[in-house]
């Protein structure tokens, strides 16, 4: 087979596996997952939280780097979120709207929108007016994963991304890694997520203290 025919079919066998479309189906069906968020973006300055969502949307976020013992807890039901600064159960304890300045992230990311089905929703976004170019596979610390670049137009940008270089999960389809590059180009931020688990039997009263 001529070599232009091979990459053809193995584009055409990409096209039809779509691991975008996949994940963000594999998110739906799923109840819960976890995951260690270790971020840095351009400047150099880091993060380290240890993310733990649940259906309907119940998220907690336990605070290794920056805020070190911190513990957030957002409820679907009151839409309200919990803050104990200085670590569960311990004074102060905070009450707060997840849009609250407080809590908003560097890039403006808000508590009730910081899951992995958002960022999939992004990504499938900025590939509706844009392209995909599948990065083929690889071992994202030592998890076998699907790498994918979608590049926006220059009218498309999603939250001030126009690029996400996104390394997918082979078994659970879940983010791995994600790398955000601006219009010009410039690194916004990477995110390691190589130990994220899906379907996870969380404690009782693990998201309502």
Do not use: C
């Amino acid at each position: 087979m001529r070599w232009w025919l091979l990459m053809a079919a193995l584009l055409t066998s990409f096209a039809m596996a779509d691991p975008l479309t996949d994940a963000a189906a594999h998110f739906e069906a799923l109840q819960s997952y976890q995951v260690t968020l270790r971020s840095v973006d351009a400047s150099g300055d880091r993060q380290v939280i240890r993310y733990f969502y649940r259906k309907p949307g119940w998220v907690r976020m336990d605070f290794v780097r920056p805020h070190p013992g911190a513990v957030l807890i957002y409820s679907p039901d009151t839409r309200r979120v919990r803050l104990w600064p200085l670590g569960l159960h311990r004074w102060p304890t905070l009450d707060l709207a997840p849009d609250d300045w407080l809590l908003r992230g560097p890039r403006g990311r808000r508590v009730d929108r910081s899951d992995v089905g958002v960022l999939l929703a992004d990504v499938l976004a900025l590939r509706a007016h844009g392209s995909t170019l599948p990065l083929g596979h690889a071992q994202v610390s030592g998890r076998a994963a699907t790498g994918l670049e979608v590049v926006g137009t220059t009218d498309s940008p999603v939250s001030h991304v126009r690029r996400f270089r996104i390394w997918l999960a082979d078994d659970t389809l879940l983010p791995l890694r994600v790398d955000s590059f601006a219009a010009n180009e410039s690194l916004i931020e990477t995110v390691d997520m190589s130990d994220a688990q899906a379907n996870v039997r969380f404690p009782d009263r693990f998201f309502t203290p």
